[in-house]
């Protein structure tokens, strides 16, 4: 497809990953995977306990205290960096202590590009 501007890209929200601490138990659970390969990803601790963010299930990357979020931008300004970043079908797991709210991942993707 061509709009007849140049290069560039479509972005589409994905289907945003959530967990219910509520069910948090002291060990690594499951979180969910990557449907398509972010570009720029919200990660969003929307309750009230820490939570713990695992990319292997054994090991801790990042704690988010509660109410925390990090906005993670792998376009590195272009929109089409894709030697860096997570792929898609990555799995994430999250640890903690059971507490109120949602521990969320919302992220967009490329769609198309248009040249």
């Known amino acids: ?10 972005a589409q929200w994905a289907d945003e990953l959530t967990f219910d601490v509520s069910t948090l138990s002291g060990s ?5 995977s990557l449907a398509e390969t972010p570009v720029q990803m919200i990660i969003d601790n929307q309750s ?5 963010l695992s990319i292997n299930g054994t090991s801790t990357c990042k704690t988010f205290a509660a109410g925390q979020s990090l906005v993670l931008d792998m ?7 894709r030697d860096y970043g997570f792929v898609k079908g990555k799995p994430f797991w999250v640890k903690g202590t059971a507490g109120i709210g ?3 991942i919302s992220y967009t993707f490329r769609l198309w590009e248009v040249n």
Do not use: P, R
């Open 102 to 104: 949602s521990f969320l």
């Open 1 to 10: 497809m061509s709009s007849g501007g140049g290069d560039s890209n479509v």
């Open 75 to 81: 376009s590195t300004n272009k929109g089409n960096a």
């Open 48 to 52: 009230d306990t820490a939570i713990e």
């Open 28 to 32: 690594y659970q499951s979180f969910g």
